[in-house]
C-alpha cells in the first residue's frame, strides 16, 4: 500500500500538526495572510513539478492560473454564484482550455516547448488586459471579489478572517499534494518519469506518449485553475499584472531552491524562500534581483536543491553507521 | 492610404525587420553552437541601449564608435558571463533555460537600480529627411535599415568564410568529428555567444535612438526574437532572414490596421497554427 501516511507517518503528521497549531501559536493576521498564499503557492509548485517530470518546463501555469482567478471572479461576484461551485468549475475549465492548447504545444520538444507556453503566457495576459475590459475590467484590476461563504440551517461560515482563509487554503493544499503523491507513484507517474528519460523508447513499449503527456498536462491546468481561484477572494483584486512572466520566474526558483527532483521539493522552496522574503522585508526593492542571483546561484552550486542537500547528507550519515571502521 | 504611407509603413517594417533578425540571428546562433536557449538575450540588446546613452548621448562619442564599444564591451560581458554560467551548461537545454530566467532579472534590475525606472532618450544621430522623386524618408530609419543589413551580411560571411565560421559549422554537423579534427570548441563556443550578444547590443544601440532605452526594453524583443526562430526554425539562418522580414511586416502593416493587443494575438495565434502544421518552424530541421 503506497500511502502517504501510512508509510512514514511521522515527519508528515509532526508538519501538519504544526501548520494546524500555527495561527494560535503565532497568532498574527499578516502571517496568516502570507502563509496562505505560500500554501497557493506550493499548489502551483506541485504542478509546476508534475509537468517537470516529462522534462518540460511549463511556462503557461500562470495563465492557467489567471484563467482560474477570472473564472473565480466572474461567476463567483458578477454572476453571484457559490464559490463550492466555481471552484472545481474553474480548475475544470483551466483543464479543458489546457486540453485544447495540450495538441499543438505538446507535440513540440525542448526549447519550441518552452517558447510555445511563453507564447500562450503572454496571449493570456494580453488578453485579460485589453479584450472584453467590461467584464474582465482590464488593467486596472478586478474587485472586489466575494469571498466564499458556506451556509447551512443553524451553521454560517464566512472566509473573511485571515484564519478560516488559512485553514480552506491548508486543506486543500493538502488535497492536492496527497493526489499528486498518488499520481507520481501511479502507473503515470512511472510513465511521465520515462518519457523525461526516453521518450521514443517508452513509445516502444506500449505507452501513448501523447496521450499521457496530455494527462501531465491537463492534470497540472486543473490544480493551477484551483490555485487561481483560491488566489482571487484572497487578495480581492486580480489583475493582469499578477500573472505575468516575472510570477512564473519566480515559481520556476521555487522548485529549483527546493529540488527538481524530490517531491517534497516545491514545499520545501516555497516555503524557504517566502519566509526569507518576510524576514527581508526591509531590502524590498532588491527583491527581484535577489531571486535572480537565488535563481542563478542554486543552479550553479546545488543543481538538486535543497532536498537532494538533505538527502546527501542523510545518505553520508548512514553509509558512516553502516561502515564504522 | 497614399504611396508615401505605404512606402513610409515598408520602411519601417525593413528597418524593424533587420534588426530583429539582427537579434534572432545572435540567439539562433548561440543555440546551434551551445544547444541552449538564451531567454536573457534580450536583456544585452537592453545594455546595447544602456551603452549608447552613457557613450553617445552623455559623453558625445561617436555613433559609429559607440556601436563598437557596445559590441566590445558587451560581446566581453557575454563572453565572461558564458564562461562563467553557460559553459556548465552546453546541450543541457533545461537547466540553461533556467539560469537564463534568473539572469534576466539580474541584468534589468540592476540596470534599473543604477539608472532608474524612467525611459530614457538618446537623441537623433542623424537628423533630417531624405527626398527621392519626391518621397520624403527619415535618414536615420534608413541608415539603421542599411547598417543592419550590414551587419547581417558581415555575420553571414564571417559564418561562411572564415576559419572560425567553419568551425561552428563543423560544430553544429558535429561535434565530435569536429573535436577531432582539433576545433577547440570551448573558445568557439565563447566566440559564438559574444558575437551573438554583440550584435544584440549593436542592435540595441541602432534603436535606441529610434526608440528610446529603458531597463524594461528588452522583453518585448526577446519575445519577438523568438518568435522569428521559431516562425524560421531554431538553428536555421536563411529561416531567421524569412521569419524576421514576416514578423516586420505583419507587425507594421497589423498595426495600422487594428490595435496593438489584436496585432500580439494574432502574431501568437499564428506561430500556434504554424506549429500544429511544421512543429519545427518554416525552414527547421531536426
Known amino acids: 500500500m503506497n500511502n502517504i501516511v501510512l508509510r512514514k507517518p511521522f515527519p508528515h503528521l509532526f508538519f501538519i500538526a504544526v501548520a494546524l497549531v500555527f495561527p494560535f501559536v503565532y497568532p498574527s493576521e499578516y502571517a496568516k495572510h502570507v502563509f496562505a498564499l505560500i500554501f497557493i503557492k506550493i499548489i502551483l509548485c506541485m504542478s509546476l513539478r508534475q509537468m517537470l517530470l516529462t522534462g518540460l518546463l511549463n511556462l503557461s501555469i500562470v495563465s492557467f492560473m489567471a484563467i482560474g482567478a477570472y473564472f473565480t471572479a466572474v461567476l463567483g461576484t458578477t454572476l453571484g454564484m457559490s464559490f463550492w461551485i466555481v471552484m472545481p468549475l474553474s480548475g475544470l475549465t483551466c483543464s479543458l482550455i489546457g486540453l485544447f492548447f495540450a495538441f499543438p504545444v505538446l507535440r513540440l520538444k525542448g526549447a519550441y516547448f518552452f517558447i510555445g507556453t511563453i507564447c500562450f503566457a503572454v496571449c493570456v495576459q494580453t488578453f485579460f488586459s485589453n479584450f472584453y475590459v467590461e467584464t474582465f475590467a482590464g488593467v486596472p484590476g478586478f474587485t472586489p471579489i466575494d469571498v466564499p461563504h458556506i451556509k447551512l440551517p443553524g451553521f454560517e461560515l464566512d472566509f473573511m478572517s485571515h484564519l478560516s482563509y488559512y485553514y480552506l487554503t491548508f486543506i486543500i493544499m493538502l488535497l492536492s499534494i496527497v493526489i499528486f503523491y498518488r499520481l507520481e507513484n501511479s502507473r503515470f507517474g512511472q510513465y511521465w518519469k520515462a518519457i523525461s528519460f526516453a521518450d521514443r523508447l517508452i513509445e516502444t513499449v506500449g505507452v501513448d506518449l501523447l496521450k499521457s503527456k496530455i494527462l501531465n498536462f491537463t492534470i497540472s491546468c486543473f490544480f493551477a485553475g484551483i490555485a487561481g481561484s483560491l488566489f482571487a477572494p484572497l487578495i480581492g483584486i486580480i489583475t493582469p499584472h499578477d500573472f505575468d512572466l516575472l510570477f512564473m520566474f519566480i515559481l520556476v526558483m521555487f522548485i529549483v531552491v527546493g529540488g527538481t527532483d524530490s517531491f517534497w521539493g516545491p514545499i520545501t522552496g516555497v516555503i524557504a524562500i517566502s519566509i526569507l522574503a518576510e524576514l527581508l522585508r526591509d531590502f524590498g526593492q532588491y527583491e527581484t534581483i535577489g531571486y535572480g542571483f537565488i535563481l542563478v546561484l542554486a543552479l550553479i552550486f546545488m543543481p538538486k536543491g535543497i532536498c537532494g542537500l538533505i538527502e546527501r547528507f542523510i545518505s553520508s550519515k548512514k553509509e558512516v553507521i553502516k561502515t564504522p571502521n | ?286
Open chain 2, 1 to 286: 492610404m497614399g504611396t508615401q504611407e505605404i512606402l513610409a509603413i515598408l520602411l519601417n517594417s525593413l528597418m524593424l525587420g533587420m534588426l530583429y533578425i539582427l537579434i534572432a540571428m545572435g540567439l539562433t546562433l548561440v543555440y546551434s553552437i551551445l544547444e541552449i536557449v538564451n531567454f536573457a538575450h534580450g536583456e544585452f540588446y537592453m545594455l546595447g541601449g544602456f551603452t549608447s546613452y552613457v557613450f553617445f548621448s552623455q559623453l558625445h562619442v561617436n555613433y559609429f564608435l559607440t556601436m563598437l564599444l557596445a559590441f566590445v564591451l558587451i560581446g566581453g560581458f557575454a563572453v565572461i558571463i558564458e564562461k562563467l554560467i553557460f559553459k556548465r551548461y552546453r546541450e543541457q537545454i533545461l537547466p540553461a533555460f533556467m539560469v537564463s530566467l534568473g539572469l534576466v532579472w539580474i541584468l534589468s534590475e540592476s540596470m534599473r537600480l543604477i539608472f532608474g525606472n524612467w525611459d530614457k532618450s538618446v537623441p537623433v544621430a542623424f537628423p533630417g529627411i531624405i527626398k527621392i522623386g519626391g518621397l520624403s524618408f527619415s535618414v536615420e530609419r534608413l541608415i539603421v535599415t542599411i547598417m543592419g543589413a550590414i551587419l547581417i551580411a558581415l555575420l553571414y560571411i564571417f559564418i561562411r568564410f572564415t576559419k572560425t565560421g567553419r568551425a561552428m559549422r563543423a560544430i553544429t554537423q558535429d561535434k565530435d568529428a569536429a573535436l577531432l579534427q582539433g576545433v577547440n570548441i570551448d573558445f568557439i563556443c565563447s566566440i559564438a555567444f559574444g558575437v551573438g550578444c554583440g550584435l544584440a547590443a549593436i542592435a540595441g544601440v541602432l534603436l535606441g535612438s529610434v526608440f528610446y532605452v529603458s531597463s524594461t526594453m528588452g522583453a518585448p524583443v526577446i519575445m519577438k526574437s523568438f518568435i522569428i526562430i521559431i516562425l524560421g526554425g531554431l538553428g536555421s539562418i536563411p529561416g531567421c532572414l524569412l521569419g524576421g522580414l514576416i514578423l516586420g511586416f505583419i507587425d507594421n502593416f497589423a498595426s495600422v490596421f487594428l490595435t496593438v493587443p489584436k496585432v500580439t494575438i494574432i502574431t501568437f495565434a499564428m506561430i500556434f497554427v504554424l506549429l500544429i502544421f511544421r512543429p519545427r518552424g518554416l525552414l527547421g530541421h531536426e
